[in-house]
């Protein structure tokens, strides 16, 4: 979820709800800020929110189903997550391809506070801030072709 997202905020009682009947269905509930967390979003190509994932001894399935508490309790209850499709291997949050993209991910948002700092903290403007990175990307792309 995010703070921001309107979707997400409209299912924030119900996903309360639901986690806190968790402990009766025989699971754990959670949510993670993905403006806090980039490298878990990037993880599970989180590309839409709310997204909501269900995790069984390392085999991840996305819920697509309604979000009414009844509906998420039965997905639950009545074992529903058995019929849906796992996340394939290579798109697993487990897998190496997963981990690259959490990688990049982390990359971009530190890309950002170097960009904030040079435009913010030092002063420099916007367009030389650019200029920097794409002389970096250059010689990054020289170097690695050496």
């Given at each position: 979820?995010?703070?921001?997202?309107?979707?997400?905020q409209q299912i924030?009682?119900?996903w309360?709800?639901?986690?806190?009947e968790?402990?009766?269905?025989?699971?754990?509930?959670?949510?993670?800020d993905?403006?806090q967390?980039?490298?878990?979003?990037?993880?599970?190509?989180?590309?839409?929110?709310?997204?909501?994932?269900?995790a069984?001894?390392?085999?991840f399935?996305?819920?697509?189903?309604?979000r009414?508490?009844?509906?998420?309790?039965?997905?639950?209850?009545?074992?529903?997550?058995?019929?849906?499709?796992?996340v394939?291997?290579?798109?697993?949050?487990?897998?190496?391809m997963?981990?690259?993209?959490?990688?990049?991910?982390?990359?971009?948002?530190?890309?950002?506070?170097?960009?904030?700092y040079?435009?913010?903290?030092?002063?420099?403007?916007v367009?030389?801030?650019?200029a920097?990175?794409?002389?970096a990307?250059?010689?990054?792309?020289?170097?690695l072709?050496?």
């Amino acid at each position: 979820y995010a703070p921001w997202c309107p979707a997400c905020q409209q299912i924030e009682l119900t996903w309360e709800s639901f986690a806190k009947e968790s402990e009766h269905l025989g699971i754990t509930v959670g949510k993670v800020d993905v403006t806090q967390e980039p490298g878990l979003s990037g993880r599970f190509f989180v590309t839409t929110l709310p997204t909501i994932y269900h995790a069984n001894d390392g085999v991840f399935r996305r819920y697509r189903g309604s979000r009414t508490l009844e509906d998420l309790q039965g997905y639950v209850l009545e074992r529903k997550w058995e019929a849906v499709e796992p996340v394939a291997g290579w798109k697993s949050p487990s897998s190496i391809m997963m981990h690259g993209m959490a990688g990049l991910f982390h990359l971009s948002g530190w890309i950002r506070q170097i960009h904030s700092y040079l435009t913010g903290t030092l002063g420099i403007h916007v367009w030389i801030s650019y200029a920097i990175f794409i002389l970096a990307t250059l010689l990054i792309g020289l170097f690695l072709g050496l």
